[in-house]
């Protein structure tokens, strides 16, 4: 099938828009690995949750998810740190497969309770900015995307300028890096841990709000974007912020040209087979120094 | 050695007997889906709960034994009790391939989750836009009760089949339990590296591991197939299986004969507690299920079989 290179373009366009919301959801497992060594498999789970709080707040209470995304990324950050706090921690001990279970346990649990709550039926919301495009060149793209983008690309940043530079953003590169080190300088180990989880839960909640004018809820749609995310975090090397971004925006790429070439379908199957690949040829990953 | 046998023949002899006391069909129902996740457990338990290697897609093998049984028989005119001894060796085949790009790799505890739950997942795509499987409609056996087909007539003979195959993997199980390839599969878990270090071939070990573990769960698959006559991408090769497969053995016991039966008949009632709750609204079942999960994970990490170890005052080896 030949190919316009305007098509080319408009796809390889929309596939950063798509990747720069990859790369805050991975950006909030790799944060999670990063310093607690687990992966989180709940962290599909909590974006559909996330999706759905933004899908209610605007419908219920007529909060529009750009102002909503004020509320949920705080609520969501506690509800990341009690979930630590409270149930992860305790139960696994801090036990690699215990944690790996727990995880797979909450995963299964917010699934289907919202499965059970509201049925496998897809939702939308109307957005007010829902057809509007923004002109760029020769590309048509689709504003509620652009502002997406950069919100999503500003979030990464603002992530990145917290670690640099606060006091708590260096206790958790401190514990990331060396716990029992920085454990015997006076860090609070079980809360720096508490606080990146919540961290990486906040991340969802700025994600949920952001894709939610330009895509739809159901109760599994944040399957489809964790093996996504769990994808660009091995790709990008566990644990790298930077990783996770140029990933994710790799990611988007690869699945906006693989869908337009052969189908979505297969387009998804691309994206499996990368991961697989990666984690049998580099499983650091192709920044990440060691796994 | 007989000793350690008796046990496992006595329990199986008394489920056995059950049809002939228990005439209801929802019992009977009840007890052949639970014998059939104890099968795909009992797959899971030989890998992750001996070995400690930790699945995640165990739906590939199951889905894959379905499968095979499936076309064989529709798309190839196979006898069906070929196709069900091509699926479950196809299980096993399919073990030892991933189990040889895996493990040759390196990758174990999480890793090695992740990549078994891609690896499932890309069947499923390939399930679901595949002709031979019958992509998005799935594909049919044609009904057609006899000894021949595989089909049976009364729900206990279906219930007998499925209690013959896992009563040959409980005393497969049994029998790897007291040789050096059992032993040597715990050393794997206990502590890689030492285990390497004493000599033991560990790369062999764990495909040795998969490889019956993929058959096994494999075989549970087929008899799905051929119990339920239908199957669809998601029924197969859904997250649901590889879920179920792992709980039965956790909720139970890991790394025990006993733990998949028990962790199936308990898990089995809960789902029918759902049921029961929820109506015909899906998900509660699940929710229970995964709250089971993070309860035996905090309380009980050796599950039912461990709990009941700890009230005996008698201490018993592990494993």
Known sequence: MPLSPDILIQAVANGLLTGAIYALIALGLTLIYGVLHIINFAHGALLTAALFAAFFADRTLGIDPWASVFLLAPAFFALGYLLQRLVIWPASRGEDRAILLVTLGLAVIVENGLLFQFRSDTRTIDHPFGFDVVELG??????????????????????????????????????AKERLGAELSGVDVPHIYAVTFGLGTACLAVAACLLLPSFYVTPQVGNAFVLVAFTIVVLGGMGSVPGALAGGLFIGVVESLSGLMYGETLGQLGIFLIFILVLLVRPQGLFGAKA | MTSRFTPVLVVLAALALLPLFVTSNVALNFLKVALMLALAGTGWNLLGGYGGQFSFGHAVFFGTGAYAAAVLQVRFGINAWAAFA??????????????????????????????????????????????????????????????????????????????????????????????????????????????????????????????????????????????????????????????????????????????????????????????????????????????????????????????????????????
């Open chain 1, 138 to 175: 020769t590309m048509l793209l689709a504003t509620t995307r652009v502002v997406a983008f950069c919100a999503a690309l500003a979030v990464a940043a603002g992530l990145g300028l917290f670690l640099a530079l606060t006091d708590t953003g260096r206790a958790i590169r401190a514990v």
């Open chain 2, 86 to 319: 091509a699926g479950t060796a196809l299980g096993g085949a399919l073990g030892l391939a991933i189990g040889w790009l895996t493990f040759r790799a390196g990758l174990r505890g999480s890793y090695f989750a992740l990549v078994t739950l891609a690896f499932a997942e890309v069947a499923r795509i390939i399930a679901s836009v595949w002709p031979l499987t019958g992509a998005g409609s799935g594909i049919l056996i044609p009904l057609k009760v006899g000894f021949a087909t595989l089909q049976f007539a009364s729900r206990a003979e279906g219930y007998w089949f499925v209690l013959a195959l896992l009563g040959l993997a409980m005393l497969l199980v049994r029998a790897i339990e007291g040789r050096r390839f059992g032993a040597q599969l715990v050393a794997v878990r206990e502590n890689e590296d030492a285990a390497k270090a004493l000599g033991v071939d560990v790369l062999a070990v764990k495909l040795r591991a998969i490889t019956l573990s993929g058959a096994i769960t494999a075989s549970a698959g087929a008899f799905y197939a051929q119990t339920f006559l239908y199957l669809d991408a998601g029924i197969a090769y859904g997250p649901w299986i590889s879920v179920e497969a792992l709980l039965t053995a956790i909720v139970g016991g890991i790394g025990t004969v006993w733990g998949p039966l028990i962790g199936a008949l308990v898990l089995q009632a809960l789902s029918e507690l759902g049921k029961h709750l929820g109506g015909d609204a899906p998900g509660l079942g699940l929710v229970l299920f995964g709250a089971v999960l993070i309860l035996v994970v905090r309380f009980a990490p050796h599950g039912i079989v461990g709990l009941a170890r700890s009230l005996r005052p008698r201490r018993l080896a592990r494993g």
